[in-house]
């Protein structure tokens, strides 16, 4: 008996896929706030954190404005990941990734988002369900201390969305029960893989810096690039002024 051959259209299945629409994982909502209003906002709540010391300025004003804009979901600005010098428009559908010297603000203002979000009642979508974008900011070493103490970090590498901050500053390797785990890069890594998901992080490094591919590796490295929006705060340690 003679097999029967199956004839396949390449090309139409080609086509097909070409009409099929894109999976939209995360979708934004547009809020009509001025920026300038965001920017008085944010300046009494952060003159109530830090009293006498917190300031909007020339140094910092560029990440401030544009961070307030992609909480609005509004088009913004952010830089350029192998080009700090490069300003390229930004995606409110991705995570803020805010980079900094010591004491310049960068975890402040991760605050201030998730505030801000929290009062304006911001939300976002996540699969087409409807979410705060506010969040706890967890430090990346209170994430391990967690680790370390419970065995446990799904909440961490699932919820819809996820604020870290100095990411970095925590111990390569935690321990728990004679297990060794790298707790942040098996979070980030899991995360990159899920674009339903937000990440906002902020760091002493930007993120292709020699110590982050030494703790976490090009694999966390590149979803970062993916999963990010890039934003340097500039300006001194503001902890003296």
Not at 49 to 69: H, S
Request: overall charge neutral.
């Amino acid at each position: 008996m003679e097999g029967k051959t199956m004839s396949l259209s390449i090309g139409n299945i080609i086509q097909e896929l070409r009409q099929e629409e894109t999976p939209q994982f995360i979708e934004r909502k547009h809020y009509d706030i001025d920026v300038n209003q965001l920017v008085e906002l944010a300046t009494v709540i952060g003159t109530q954190m830090f009293p006498e010391k917190f300031v909007i300025d020339d140094q910092n004003r560029f990440a401030y404005e544009n961070a307030l804009k992609w909480l609005a979901g509004q088009e913004f600005q952010c830089l350029d990941f192998d080009n700090e010098k490069k300003i390229i428009k930004g995606n409110t559908c991705k995570g803020l990734y805010l980079a900094g010297s010591v004491g310049s603000g960068k975890s402040v203002l991760l605050e201030i988002i998730s505030k801000i979000a929290m009062k304006l009642g911001v939300l976002w979508y996540s699969d087409g369900n409807p979410r705060p974008l506010t969040g706890i900011c967890h430090r990346s070493s209170s994430i391990c201390d967690d680790y370390k103490n419970t065995g446990e970090i799904v909440k961490y590498k699932n919820s819809p969305i996820l604020y870290i901050q100095d990411l970095g500053t925590e111990q390569p390797e935690t321990m728990h029960m004679g297990n060794r785990n790298r707790v942040l890069r098996e979070i980030l890594e899991h995360r990159g893989d899920r674009p339903q998901y937000m990440t906002l992080i902020s760091s002493n490094n930007s993120p292709s810096d020699i110590d982050n591919l030494n703790m976490y590796g090009e694999r966390v490295v590149s979803r970062l690039y993916e999963m990010s929006n890039y934003l340097i705060i500039n300006g001194k340690d503001r902890r003296k002024l």
